[in-house]
């Protein structure tokens, strides 16, 4: 069996993945109804919408298979995103690439696969849409352009998937997309006994940065705060702007103490941000850190509320202080 390669920029890939807060969401119709069109009018029994993560491929909508991901070395989806087209197996039995692949050899028995790679709107490949059967069979060029249409309504969906849960001031989750992903992620806690942790942070003396440099400024110090954190959280931690000077990270797999370490890191970076900005003011923030028990969960929003009472207390004992 190959294993497919990885993409030259599979940094600037996965990043650009992320940015899409796509994976691990739930089935949605306007994704499942493409999958369907595909389907019926290829006459295969599955079509997926797969995307390739770091290790896995994961599926946004799956017509015809009941899995929700499989590892991305045995994946023909991991192939197709080498290319810049369609990739097309007629045959995997015939192909030695593919001869031996355990999605050939047991379920779901794939013989047949056409894949056209899915683009982000920065154009990199982060999966494919692809249609599979249990026989061999022929892929004509009037086949490949009706896939490729296909594929041009799912980049689409993604395209609208990505304004609808990112913020457009600093291009990270907003409030929608934050709920939607940490759900999952609270969910992932539970079913595997992890604990996890939120912070509610909220900026300090942001009205007086618009007060006395103009709202302008305000969004520069907004975005920057953003961008600070971006380079101070991990990679698998779900950091959002919840509205105004309002932001929140949950991070997944790691206690109340763990958090405040990070968040220590976090005002360390922030501390050197604001030694090469020397824009007249600035960035500090105040934070409420809540922890999550997998064996007593809370729902997302009744962190959110603990977490801002939390901050809120702090704040408020800042204020006294000065």
């Not at 992320?18 to 595909?38: G, I, Y």
Request: contains cysteine; glycine residues 6%; charged residues 25%.
């Amino acid at each position: 069996m190959e294993q497919p390669g990885i993409p030259l920029n599979e940094t600037v890939r996965l990043a650009s993945l992320k940015s899409l807060n796509v994976l691990d969401t739930p089935a949605e119709e306007r994704f499942d109804r493409v999958t369907r069109m595909a389907r019926r009018m290829f006459r295969v029994p599955v079509a997926l919408v797969s995307i390739v993560d770091e290790n896995r491929q994961w599926f946004k909508s799956a017509q015809g298979l009941d899995a929700c991901e499989t590892p991305r070395d045995v994946s023909f989806c991991g192939h197709a995103i080498l290319g810049d087209d369609i990739f097309l197996i007629p045959d995997a039995l015939a192909d030695q690439r593919f001869a031996d692949n355990p999605l050939v050899t047991g379920a779901p028995h794939v013989r047949f696969y056409a894949g056209c790679p899915l683009r982000a709107p920065d154009g990199n490949k982060v999966g494919t849409l692809c249609i599979i059967d249990h026989v061999p069979r022929e892929f004509d060029q009037d086949d490949a352009l009706a896939l490729r249409d296909l594929a041009a309504m799912i980049e689409d969906e993604l395209t609208a998937f990505q304004t609808s849960t990112t913020d457009d001031l600093t291009q990270i989750s907003n409030r929608r997309g934050f709920l939607q992903l940490a759900e999952y992620g609270l969910n992932f806690c539970v079913r595997n006994r992890q604990p996890a942790a939120l912070a509610f942070i909220d900026l300090d003396r942001f009205k007086p940065i618009n007060d006395q440099f103009g709202h302008a400024e305000g969004d520069i110090a907004l975005a920057a705060f953003a961008e600070v954190m971006q380079a101070s959280f991990r990679s698998t931690d779900l950091f959002a702007r919840l509205g105004g000077d309002e932001f929140v990270v949950l991070l997944t797999g790691a206690g109340k103490s763990d958090a405040e370490q990070v968040l220590y890191k976090f005002g360390s970076l922030l501390t050197d941000y604001n030694g090469r900005a020397k824009r007249g003011y600035d960035l500090q923030f105040s934070a409420g850190v809540v922890e999550f028990d997998p064996a007593a969960p809370q729902s997302v929003e009744a962190l959110l509320a603990a977490g801002d009472a939390q901050m809120y207390a702090i704040k408020a004992a800042k204020k006294r202080r000065h």
